[in-house]
């Protein structure tokens, strides 16, 4: 059963930082791309980071660009978003997704999802 578990969330000030993990389990996915997700209440589901499998190519929605980090451990089986610089609006459930190809993000694989929440 192929199983994506993401920690990392909580709560935090505006201007400050978290760091969030997504570690796989069921298979490797070794060759398949991951990337995050978010969804804040109201607001339906966006991209904000992906990585691929070699992790030589990443890409950022422009409004986290220059503030957060992706980065993965393909031997972990485990990626990670590095947010720092915190604003109130990136408020939101972060949800970690692996795909075949970092062109398909948001199909495949989803997590549970984890709980951002920065206070302004």
């Known amino acids: 059963q192929v199983q994506l578990v993401e920690s990392g969330g909580g709560l935090v000030q505006a201007g400050g930082s978290l760091r969030l993990s997504c570690a796989a389990s069921?298979?490797?996915?070794?060759?398949?791309?991951m990337g995050w997700f978010r969804q804040a209440p109201g607001k339906e589901r966006e991209f904000v980071a992906a990585i691929t499998w070699s992790g030589h190519t990443t890409r950022y929605a422009d409004s986290v660009k220059g503030r957060f980090t992706i980065s993965r451990d393909t031997a972990k089986n485990t990626a990670y978003l590095q947010m720092n610089s915190l604003k109130p609006e990136d408020t939101a459930v972060y949800y970690c997704?692996?795909?075949?190809?970092?062109?398909?993000?948001?199909?495949?694989?989803w997590g549970q999802g984890t709980q951002v929440t920065v206070s302004s």
């Open positions: 997704n692996t795909s075949p190809s970092i062109g398909a993000m948001g199909q495949g694989y």
């Open positions: 069921g298979r490797s996915f070794s060759t398949y791309a």
